[in-house]
């Protein structure tokens, strides 16, 4: 059974920093892109941040210089560092697992980040 847990969410004050963490079991983590996902009431869910089993990073524009995305195969987690945090970076934040040429597509169960002073 394939599993994705988030933790690392909560309340920061604009300027702060927060580390997610996704840690992944039931697949082979390391064949898997791994993606942050956030959705914000009222918006449509966007694709913050990814890597690939090669490592190959890609952004959205609004966090690039202020969030970084890394994996570590051995503990098969995903992280997101996020720095200069602002008040439009609020939502939901979700750890997804892609496997290329398969259907092979999971979630986690999200966890919030809320940036307010």
């Known amino acids: 059974q394939v599993q994705l847990v988030e933790s690392g969410g909560g309340l920061v004050q604009p300027g702060g920093s927060l580390r997610l963490s996704c840690a992944a079991s039931?697949?082979?983590?390391?064949?898997?892109?791994m993606g942050w996902y956030r959705q914000a009431p009222g918006k449509q869910r966007e694709l913050v941040a990814s890597?690939?089993?090669?490592?190959?990073?890609t952004y959205a524009d609004s966090v690039k210089g202020r969030f970084s995305i890394s994996r570590d195969n051995a503990k098969s987690t995903v992280y997101l560092q996020m720095n200069s945090l602002k008040p439009e970076d609020t939502a939901v934040y979700s750890c997804?697992?892609?496997?290329?040429?398969?259907?092979?597509?999971?979630w986690g169960q999200g966890t919030q980040v809320t940036v307010s002073s």
């Open positions: 039931g697949v082979i983590f390391s064949i898997y892109v």
């Open positions: 890597i690939t089993d090669s490592y190959r990073t």
């Open positions: 997804n697992a892609v496997r290329k040429l398969s259907t092979a597509n999971y």
